[in-house]
């Protein structure tokens, strides 16, 4: 019976950081050496890591990847196949290549073909597409390697297959977003059924910037039967068998990680973000603000899951508005993850900046100039606490206040990093109860409930001015939220908002907030991405732009 085993390495990858991803590399190639492996396959783009965007088209960069890959094909010239992804300059023209290293040399090179450009995805602007490439024979099968998006379309996994191919292995850089993990499985499922080829689906996992690389890879038998499933998140490496049988080959059942619901996605991919946001920048400790209310409270709860609470300083910064109700919350928030809290009044700053401005406001009424003064002054502590500690500042707002402009540019938004930044309030609310429910061995925050119930259930206020409620300037966050989902992640008109049984004139403020809001998005931190439409790369607008949908009812 011949047998071809497979080692797979679902691990994270920096970017840039070539010689220590070349050192993940070199381990799992032993590890599967050890283990007596024909080949080691890790992920798309690895040695470079991914999302590289314009470092790509330096072309010093690109000469370092192909330097360390020689070393790295050095190294293992005896053992195992390595399969691994980089970038690669032919000419003039630069690729998106999976190479197979065997015997201290590049055995084959496999150059991507169908190039993403849409959501987060430039590839055309960086790369020129390449012709399909030939399955290649490692060991004793033929191995075909569609890259990534060259799998979501049929034809190359055809050409593939009518090539020769015995076993389609698929590298990716795949990004999470809600409900990823379902349509990765239901193309490649369609990719076997066609082809009656055995599947093998190998993700990165990691963060990089905004987006989470969420693993979860998997294997695929010929008729569609999942017969491995590695976890989602977390490094893994695996070792497949695969028998040639008189029909063909096929991969014996392995690992069956268990998958977590869309909650625990989620908050799996807020953490995640976080925690490697900080360390692949260089910051083991963060701050934030924390005002006694939900939003605060949760990033906190994400900070503390992500790198501890013993690094994580809560600062509460009261004004003459600030109610004796939020100073308890949110030192109960503090308390119950075992946070660092410190107050920092902002009333002696307030008063020498209404000072210093009283003879040119001489004859004017108070109004948002001088809410958003207070904002800011603690925009202005914060980050010198940031400066002198060396501890990242932490945003808070959440999407529905990002979408409409609710947050004061310098203030409140002032910071390096905003994990809740593609979560709308509706699921604020929900995601602190599922956190208060719910405790993983990931969270290095204490388990139970860590958002009193108070702070979820309490009316949300900015508390910039007496008895302020957000629904004094915003729709109900129902209705506001809805109304954003269909605007932003859906590309709705107005008429079929309005077609929705909301009123036109909630929904016409509610584009125009999110249009004049252009500006602060284009100056706010990054922050993790849920959604296949989260502020950024998802979504690009002009600052100045003059059309609204002229529907009229």
């Known amino acids: 019976m011949t047998r ?29 050496k050890a283990a007596g492996a024909d080949m080691v396959a890790l992920p798309e783009m690895f040695l470079s890591g991914y999302q590289c965007q314009d470092l790509v088209m330096k072309p010093a960069f690109v000469a370092d990847c192909r330097g360390v890959l020689e070393e790295l094909a050095a190294d293992c010239a005896d053992g195992p196949a390595l399969g ?30 169908h190039l993403p450009n849409f959501n987060i995805f430039d590839e055309k602007r960086y790369f020129s597409s390449g012709d399909v490439h030939g399955p290649t024979s490692v ?15 049929p034809d190359v996994c055809e050409t593939l297959a009518e090539t020769g191919a015995e076993l389609f292995m698929v590298p990716n850089g ?20 066609e082809n009656g080829l055995p599947l093998v689906y190998l ?52 690992e069956m990680a268990h998958l977590p619901d869309e909650w625990e996605q989620d908050y799996r991919v807020m953490v995640e973000s976080l925690r490697d946001y900080l360390g692949k920048t260089g910051f083991n400790k963060v701050l934030l603000g924390l005002s006694g209310g939900i939003d605060s409270a949760l990033v906190a709860a994400i900070a503390a899951d992500a790198i501890g609470p013993e690094n994580v300083r809560c600062v509460m910064l009261p004004s003459e508005y600030t109610s004796k109700e939020s100073l308890e919350d949110a030192a109960g928030v503090a308390r119950a993850l075992g946070t660092r809290l410190d ?46 500690f060396g501890e990242m500042l932490l945003t808070t707002g959440n999407k529905s206040e990002v979408a409409v402009g609710y947050a004061t540019i310098y203030g409140d938004m002032a910071g390096g990093y905003n994990p809740i930044k593609d979560l709308y309030k509706m699921r604020v609310f929900e995601t602190c109860r599922w956190r208060n429910a719910n405790h993983r061995n990931w969270m290095k925050a204490p388990e139970g409930v860590v958002i009193p119930p108070r702070v979820i259930d309490k009316p949300p ?27 932003v992640d859906e590309d709705k008109s107005i008429g079929e908002i309005v077609a929705e049984g909301f009123d036109i004139a909630d929904v016409r403020k509610v584009e125009h907030l999110l249009y004049i809001s252009e500006y602060k998005r284009f100056q706010s931190a990054p922050g993790a991405r849920l959604t296949r439409r989260a502020f950024w790369l998802d979504r690009r607008y002009p600052i100045v732009n003059r059309w609204r949908d002229r529907y009229e009812g």
């Open 203 to 254: 993700n990165m996992v990691g963060g990089q910037d905004d987006q989470v690389f969420d693993g979860g890879s998997f294997v695929l038998n010929p008729h569609g039967e999942l017969v491995v499933q590695l976890p989602l998140f977390d490094e893994a490496i695996a070792h497949v068998d695969f028998v040639e049988g008189a029909d063909g080959w096929h991969a014996e059942a392995g």
């Open 343 to 388: 107050e920092l009044p902002i009333s002696g700053p307030r008063a020498a900046v209404t000072e210093a401005l009283a003879p040119l406001f001489a004859g004017t009424q108070p109004d948002l100039t001088e809410e958003n003064i207070q904002s800011r002054l603690r925009g202005l502590l914060l980050m010198a606490l940031s400066n002198k």
């Open 84 to 113: 691994i992804g980089l970038p690669w300059f032919e000419g003039v023209e630069l690729f998106n290549i999976y190479v197979v290293l065997k015997d201290g040399q590049i055995a084959t090179q496999v150059v991507k073909h």
């Open 461 to 487: 206020s900015a508390e910039l001015r007496e008895d302020q409620k957000d629904e004094d300037s915003l729709p109900p966050y129902p209705v506001l939220d809805r109304i954003l989902e269909a605007l």
């Open 4 to 32: 071809f085993r497979l080692t797979l390495a679902q691990l994270n990858p920096t970017v840039g950081d070539l010689r220590g991803n070349a050192a993940k590399a070199r381990d799992a190639w032993s590890a599967g």
């Open 174 to 193: 795949s990004p999470y977003f809600r409900g990823k993990r379902e349509m990765r499985l239901t193309h490649m499922v369609s990719r076997v059924i």
């Open 139 to 153: 060991g004793p099968i033929r191995l075909g390697i569609p890259i990534c998006e060259d799998a979501w379309h």
